[in-house]
């Protein structure tokens, strides 16, 4: 069977076993029926007019109320025409003014948190021309920004202990609205509800309770939970805000499919419509599917893809985006799993945007950093540094603090393969020092990997389109 990989910035051929396994989300399994894009606009009204668990926003708002609406950063996706941000804010905005709240009192809030700031153009792109026409030349639309200290507010922590600093924006709104995304995340079951606002309009000191090696390495977190530690935080820290601001978020959530287009919408509180989100959000994702264990998972790897360029070359990246494949997979991976994967690994770090990165993978090499959460006790040196602050606030680029939720996640794939391979490398001895294997083919790896791992018959799970479409949490048949 001959199926071609991305591989950068183009597509690498590999000639696998004839009974090789390939999967492709939303065609090898298709998703629920969407939204037809004609009553897409009825169908998001009707949710925001009966939000779940609170009063709808004409009980709300009224003249005088500032609202501040939070919309989801550029990576996560949807930024075709139809999509939620473009659909739902306007109707927000048409409710808030009926309820009498005047345009100069509202303020549009990009949730990057750690993420890099969005470019102008970016959020032109992300709200479409009409909202950003309309908000922009008025400076009332805003990254947040989790180190302008002067828009920040300390609620002290949660009962966990967990410190909670909120964008002050939000905290000091009458209304503060989250668009989201109920879509398949590695990281604690999907985005959307009480993740975004824990995630994304917070302190690198909040990130840090919970984008770490102690919550991400435990055996609650991979294969993929909405049970995990790491959710019960994200739900903790959201209702410790509304507790500590006095008031609910108002939730617009969609639950989206393969191409980011919109199953169900649900609104209101997000204790209530969280749930009810994840009940459809569970039949499109986790895929009941497999009716055997997968000894080999091959997939390419796009140069650019959601976290920006150089996402697919940057090695810890890398590292980081197997991770995901596998916390994603893992009730359908054997014991014995080898990852074989294409990758130009040319030593593009694209360090203006992944700030540190190259310093954090330097660091890895010595000072016995034998495995990778061997490098995370230097966390707080790299997210107090000026510099990199500097470059976090003004260049568009990731917060520091970043790098090191990236390598909480990045040793996943270690903990639970017996190998990784590289294929294709430019520059492979990037790849090896992140302890990955390297050969110039796929044919070449998996003849590597049945002789040393797997034996003469190894089974073959193949996505083709991994990093390029939604991905779904796969798991055994009856399960």
């Not at 360090?351 to 190259?358: I, M, Q, S």
Request: proline fraction near 5%.
């Amino acid at each position: 069977m001959k199926l071609e990989f991305e591989y950068g910035q183009g597509m690498m051929s590999a000639q696998l076993p004839d009974d090789t396994d390939v999967f492709i989300p939303g065609e090898t399994v298709p998703d629920p029926p969407c939204i037809p894009e004609e009553k897409l606009v009825e169908a998001t009204r009707d949710s925001i007019l009966h939000p779940m668990g609170m009063p709808p926003l004409s009980q709300l708002a009224h003249k005088g109320s500032r609202v501040v609406i939070v919309f989801p950063d550029r990576v996560k996706g949807g930024e075709q025409p139809t999509a939620h941000r473009k659909v739902s804010i306007p109707i927000v905005l048409e409710e808030l003014y009926k309820a009498g709240v005047e345009k100069k009192d509202i303020l549009l809030l990009c949730s990057n948190g750690l993420h890099r700031k969005n470019t102008e153009e970016e959020i032109r792109r992300v709200l479409g021309e009409e909202l950003f026409s309309q908000f922009w030349p008025t400076g009332q639309i805003r990254n947040h920004d989790s180190e302008d200290y002067e828009h920040l507010v300390d609620l002290g922590a949660t009962p966990q202990g967990d410190p909670v600093l909120v964008n002050k924006y939000v905290y000091d709104a009458d209304v503060a609205v989250l668009i989201g995304h109920t879509q398949g995340n590695p990281y604690g079951g999907y985005s959307g509800g009480y993740k975004h606002c824990a995630t994304g309009i917070t302190h690198w000191r909040s990130i840090a309770s919970h984008h770490v090696p102690a919550v991400m390495h435990r055996p609650d977190f991979t294969p993929v939970s909405s049970h995990s530690l790491m959710r019960q935080k994200f739900d903790e820290i959201g209702q410790y805000m509304e507790e500590r601001m006095g008031k609910k978020f108002f939730c617009c959530d969609a639950v989206l499919d393969t191409r980011s287009r919109q199953i169900e919408i649900n609104s209101g509180w997000a204790k209530v419509m969280q749930p009810k989100s994840w009940q459809t959000a569970d039949r499109r994702t986790y895929v009941h599917w497999a009716e055997k264990k997968y000894d080999v998972l091959v997939f390419g790897m796009p140069q650019f893809f959601h976290y920006g360029d150089g996402m697919g070359t940057n090695p810890i990246m890398m590292m980081q985006a197997i991770s995901a494949e596998i916390i994603r997979h893992k009730r359908v991976l054997s014991d014995r799993c080898v990852v074989i994967c294409s990758s130009t690994c040319n030593g593009y770090f694209h360090d203006e945007l992944f700030t540190g990165y190259r310093e954090i993978y330097e660091l890895f090499q010595k000072d016995h950093m034998n495995t990778l959460r061997d490098v995370n006790r230097y966390g707080e040196y790299f997210a107090t540094n000026e510099e990199y602050i500097r470059r976090y606030r003004y260049c568009n680029g990731f917060h520091p603090f970043h790098g090191f939720s990236m390598i909480s996640c990045g040793h996943i794939a270690e903990m639970n393969t017996a190998a990784i391979y590289i294929v294709g490398a430019e520059q492979p001895g990037y790849a090896r020092g992140m302890g990955m294997k390297t050969r110039a083919t796929f044919e070449e790896a998996l003849a590597d990997a049945q002789k040393k791992y797997l034996g003469e018959h190894p089974n073959i799970l193949a996505l083709p389109k991994a990093f390029t479409t939604a991905a779904v949490h796969l798991c055994m048949k009856g399960e």
